[in-house]
């Protein structure tokens, strides 16, 4: 991906970070409404969770909804799959308009190069999850390849759980051997105090699903995320 399509996708020239409200803590019947009230107050990306009930023990949502929010919303779609065999799904996901696709490579086992390749062919951008107890070692030769790690500070399946430190210390990890142009998103119960934590060891994206969603001033939450 070139620079410029890069800095699009990442609204990067006026502010500090990127702000993914998780749909997970939305109101499905309103999603579309729900969006843009994110969009509102500079939230630029939607992360949108999909879950098999293979990898997780929970399923939310998949292709369909993907395909539904295209164009109908001016947040660029963060699809963070969190399904086993990724490889065999992210055509479908790319097809349907996800801007970024990220996948665990906890499910991707020896196929993961071959994901990433399939999403930077369709010029989009590629990311690799990493859960609370995979080491940064197990994502290092591909760090290089990809535009972002996501580093998730819960275990995946649900959203409003309880922040994980330890979790987030690998941030730095990640930060210390990636070049400059590397996101470093976070997810898993990231409020304005997690956050800064978080930015403070290297991130720059920033998943929040209650915190966003449920907060009565969404307008003040999402403003502390892109200032972390
Ligand atoms: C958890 C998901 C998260 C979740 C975050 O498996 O990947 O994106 O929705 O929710 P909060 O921010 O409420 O922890
Ligand atoms: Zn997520």
């Not at 990127?18 to 729900?34: G, K, R, T, W, Y």
């Not at 105090?193 to 969603?213: R, S």
């Amino acid at each position: 991906m070139d620079d410029s399509l890069k800095n699009v996708l990442l609204n990067n020239t006026r502010c500090k970070n990127i702000v993914s409200p998780s749909i997970l803590s939305a109101d499905f019947a309103n999603l579309q409404s729900e969006i843009k009230k994110t969009e509102i107050f500079g939230a630029s990306w939607c992360h949108i969770d999909v879950m098999d009930g293979h990898f997780v023990p929970n399923i939310t949502i998949g292709v369909p909804v993907v395909k539904s929010l295209n164009n109908k919303v001016k947040s660029k779609l963060d699809v963070h799959l969190m399904i086993e065999n990724p490889d065999k799904y992210i055509p479908d996901f790319i097809s349907a308009g996800a801007d970024i696709i990220t996948f665990h490579i906890e499910a991707a086992d020896d196929k993961a190069k071959q994901c990433i390749e399939i999403i930077k062919e369709a010029n989009i951008l590629a990311g690799i999850a990493i859960k609370p107890k995979t080491p940064v070692s197990a994502v290092e030769k591909y760090i290089n390849l990809v535009d972002m790690i996501l580093v998730m500070t819960v275990e995946p399946g649900f959203s409003g759980q309880k922040f994980m430190p330890d979790a987030a210390e690998k941030i730095k990890e990640v930060r210390a051997i990636a070049s400059g142009n590397l996101i470093i998103q976070v997810d898993g119960g990231i409020n304005n105090e997690t956050a800064k934590i978080c930015a403070d060891y290297g991130a720059n994206c920033f998943v929040a699903g209650n915190y966003v969603y449920k907060n009565p001033d969404m307008k003040s939450a999402i403003e502390s995320l892109l200032s972390a």
